[in-house]
């Protein structure tokens, strides 16, 4: 007997992963662990307060977390200023991606993205029977936000994805340059503001709220150090939010990861050290790359792209930092395929990190030399 | 300007949820606490080896899980005496429910439960267009197993959903009978067996692998005490397994939970424990019903359902209880609605609820005397 065909939608689509996780890649490379700044974790761990609350949580983990995160969600809004209605917590922006598009797409209908932006989004498009176009990269990594809406437009889209900074190239648009492409943005489309690394910029230079199209959407996966947590949110209007309540699953997030978000919220030293830390970081890796001759991107994020210059000089220098322990990973689609994006990591992880790139240009350089 | 609408599907649907959490119903009793026999958590805590482990991997609560729960596939799969390739690892059976209805119902396919199990089932059933047919239980709480498979060879049903031991009736179909209902399953039809409570049976009496139309759905919430962690498993044949993986959320499971999850693995004589002591509890809750005059139906969980004979009587029972502090709730369909489902809880929050329970049987009986 044969098992059960999948929906032909499902069945067609390939068995892809956004991500082949560092876990696999290091067993794969015949090593225990790897110098991981491949995946914009944070190198500075979670915040003190966040592990005290999560470690005196912890035995009471055979309980199921509250459903609502009434108590995280409240906390929330007054930090954002909006109403509880405003807020619905997921676990990760994973989750929230998939609520919005589960809600919004519709089988057959366009969404639009940059090429090569955070795959996740994408996988859920077609996971859904939607239909993704795509807008590329300037050279510079910056988002042709302008160009993202007018495609929209072009192709009654019923939802852009916009990362802010982006992520991979960590290009950002102020405040008002974001304004004024919104005004735009036609009124049926829903606009996903992801500010994973929203945390790594200037505030004052985040988007105002209100607009009723836009759903940003947070997380606690970067600045304050609890990606293996699985917990972020978004912020939207009453009504897209209760959309999300509609589809969400109830119990979808870690009893202990909601105790230590709302313990994150008030380490906000800890949180502003790590910002601090993660812009020295940047500046590090433009010095590294200024030492060694490789010119590398302008970002706002927590991490950085040394510009390889072709893809294959690229792909070539992710395997031989793969190969020297470090696990990196590039932009997939181009003009910015010819980059290799390496996250901030601690001093002693970046001065590490610069040796084995200096070890690695070596190796590459003798295979394919500079353009 | 209006926030853009969902699609018309999702719209249609009201901002119904499976569960109203304890939380908020402490908030509404003015409560700062309840005495928690409502969500069959369990009432003995994490495994000693869990939280250990726990307690050891939250300082790396700053890195993502694996993306393949390699580790601990690697386990289970030894544990069932299967290939890793029949096992995938969810954010408990809900996030697994929703990855098989997604893989395999389609927009007005038709699933297959009884009437008032599982709410979340349905949940993800009508949020995914689908549409449920549902047999009713017996009085005394079995599942028609049968009526259920005829039902969905009539209807070309894609998917049946079946929990054994059964949530909230708590009754169980052993292996044989099982299997010989199975023998009439329709080939193109995804069989759910939910066994999240099957800890609490005899393992020998589960079912035998190998019927590629089965997915097993097991959980840590239940006698691992893990429900807060948000982590369980499904094993199926290796192409539905691909096909969860085409769907799933890559960062589906929290870090901690993974590292809980195999911990508790091993804490073989903590959790052989619980289920002693909730089959103590179990025979505490039938003595204590037939002292009140109680019947009570028979269970294989971690529950009892307490026999008020009406909806209304049990209805009132359940208010009475919160209003006394206890949180219980009550299967939703006929017959069983006159039921009120008590979750076993220690020794001492036994006694406890005996005591809140005769008193909320005295007004409650004034009110609505037994027929």
Redesign the interface.
Known sequence: ??????????EA?P???????P??LA?LAGRSSLL?LG?N??????PPR??EA??RE???????????S?DLRERLAAKHRCAIENVVVG??I??LL?MIV??????G?VAVATAGTYP?FAYHVV?RAGRIQTVPYLHDGAVQLDALIARARGAGA?IIYFANPDNPSGSFIGRKALAGALESLP????FILDEAYGDFTDPSDLIDDG???VVRMRTF?KAY??????IGYAL??P??I??C???R?????????QF?ALAALDDVLFVAEVVAEVARGREDYVALGARLGVATLSSFANFVNFDLQTRERAEETVAALLRKGVFVRKPGAPPIDRCVRVTVGTAVERAEFGERLAEALVEVDAKLPRP
């Open positions: 007997m044969k098992p059960p065909k999948a929906t032909p939608e499902i689509l068995l892809s992963r956004p991500f082949v996780g876990e696999e067993r991981r995946a974790e944070s190198a500075f761990g979670p966040a592990l999560m470690r912890l035995p009471r983990s055979a309980w199921y977390g509250d459903p609502e009434l676990a990760g994973d989750d998939g589960h809600g919004y797409l519709g089988a209908g996740t996971t019923r009124g049926d489309t829903v607009d009723p199209r996966s150090g609890l990606a293996g947590a699985r939207a209007a009504e897209i209760a959309t309540n509609k589809i699953i109830q119990y979808n997030v870690n009893r202990t990861a230590g």
